[in-house]
């Protein structure tokens, strides 16, 4: 459930209209709602309540500081997989000793600044990870707590641009040669071995393969108790799907049955990574018609978001619902269009096909499940300033990230010296 209703026929979040808002702002711009963030994760919270969990929010998911630290607020920790997802992350009040430290590249420099910030939770990926990791903790006289991060080669029945827990993604280490890489961290200075960590992709619809992941990894863990190592906790990841369009998909409380079922025999603390099961339905992306075009094969709706805003639907064929914000009157014929945007690419578009009520210029749209995976993933492209942000909170709302002006990304460049004079005359040419 989230909190974007209609009310007399108009889309609110929570207790602000969102026609409010695009005349305040300006479109496009994202929305989300504090009521829908703090409502998913306490669903996710008490899903896994029975289990001794702790939840650190996926911060790539939605890593607007405001957002952080509102899900901070209710007991959150953060999972974060570069510097400055870290930073966000501390800014936003999240205790170092609740953060983790995932990605399969992290930098010397990160990790370094990581163990001195007190993020000592570190999820390896690799062996060239584990010497560099070790080499800096040492050299910091800190003890970094790994888990190494297992690739138990389940296919996790995703797109295949998010699906990381097979043996030919770059993703953890296989399985196969994981006891003797713990063996080896076990000796090395700097470190404390005391996890395990598995994540098998994201948007996961089926509990099949994550049910094989977690029977694989409890195993593991317990082979690595036989072998000595004190193993404490276990990271079992993110990916729980959410609804985008009809999609049936598994409960966070079927969920954290299956968890309970898999991984409570090994009586150990255990994190959680969820993102888009948190954030995803808790944002929209508001965007103005700019034109109806009726073309000669199809009808076009070009408004003023982009694939440049939202990338999900060019990348990853990914569905996104649509509906107008003040509601089309009943018993509206639908008609056939494509949603698309300014961008000079036929692959800018955000719905193909879509059975809708019919537009007009100046008419607003909402593209829904836009909190996760949306914002973070924008990009300037066709110098198109980031859209901004704004955050709900019952009748109240704040901008939480201000919109790029086009200013603001010319500053950032500079036209070296020898072009600045009149440019010379060349000899030659095509001519
Ligand atoms: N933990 C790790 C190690 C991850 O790699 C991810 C997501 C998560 C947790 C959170 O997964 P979630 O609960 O949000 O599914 N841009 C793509 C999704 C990429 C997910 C990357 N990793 C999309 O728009 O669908």
Wanted: glycine letters at 8%.
């Amino acid at each position: 459930m989230d909190h974007f209703q209609y009310r007399n026929g108009e889309l609110y979040a929570e207790d602000v209209a969102l026609s409010r808002l695009a005349a305040e702002i300006g479109t496009p711009f994202f929305c989300y709602s504090t009521a829908t963030l703090e409502r998913h994760y306490q669903v996710f919270a008490d899903a896994v309540s029975g289990l001794d969990a702790s939840i650190c929010y996926a911060v790539k998911a939605n890593s607007n500081v405001a957002v952080i630290a509102t899900l901070a607020r209710l007991g959150a920790g953060a999972d974060v997989v570069s510097g400055g997802e870290m930073k966000r992350a501390l800014i936003a009040g999240v205790t170092p000793n609740r953060i983790v430290f995932s990605g399969v590249g992290k930098t010397r420099e990160e990790l370094a600044e990581a163990l001195k910030a007190g993020v000592t939770r570190i999820n390896v990926e690799s062996e060239p990870e584990l010497e560099i990791l070790s080499e800096v903790a040492a050299s910091l006289g800190i003890a970094a707590e790994i888990s190494i991060r297992i690739n138990p080669d389940v296919d996790a029945k995703t797109h295949e641009k998010i699906t990381t827990g097979k043996s030919e993604n770059k993703f953890g280490i296989d399985l196969a040669v994981a006891r003797d890489v713990y063996a080896r961290a076990a000796t090395m200075p700097g470190l404390e071995v005391c996890g395990v960590a598995v994540h098998i992709g994201s948007q996961l619809t089926d509990l099949a393969p994550y049910r094989e992941a977690y029977v694989r990894t409890a195993a593991f863990v317990e082979g690595l108790r036989q072998d000595g190592h004190d193993i404490r906790h276990v990271d079992l990841g993110g990916g729980l799907g959410i609804r985008y369009d009809d999609e049936e998909v598994p409960s966070p409380a079927e969920y954290g049955a299956m968890v309970t079922e898999t991984v409570s025999h090994l009586n150990c603390p255990v994190t959680f990574e969820p993102g888009r099961v948190i954030a995803g339905n808790a944002g929209v992306l508001v965007s103005r018609v700019l034109f109806v075009k009726e073309g000669l094969a199809k009808n076009f709706c070009i408004v003023d978001a982009a694939m440049n805003d939202l990338i999900r639907p060019t990348l990853y064929n990914a569905y996104h619902e649509i509906v107008p914000v003040i509601e089309a009157p009943k018993g509206h014929a639908d008609i056939n269009m494509d949603i698309v945007g300014p961008i000079c690419e036929s692959g800018d578009y955000i719905a193909k096909d879509r059975m809708m009520a019919p537009v007009d210029a100046d008419d607003l749209l909402a593209v829904r499940t836009a909190g996760a995976y949306a914002a973070v993933m924008a990009s300037t492209y066709n110098t198109r300033p980031l859209a901004p942000e704004v955050l709900v909170n019952g009748n109240t709302f704040e901008v939480i990230r201000r919109r790029f002006t086009v200013d603001d990304m010319i500053d950032l460049e500079t036209i070296p010296d020898w072009l600045s004079s009149d440019p010379p005359l060349r000899a030659g040419g095509t001519g």
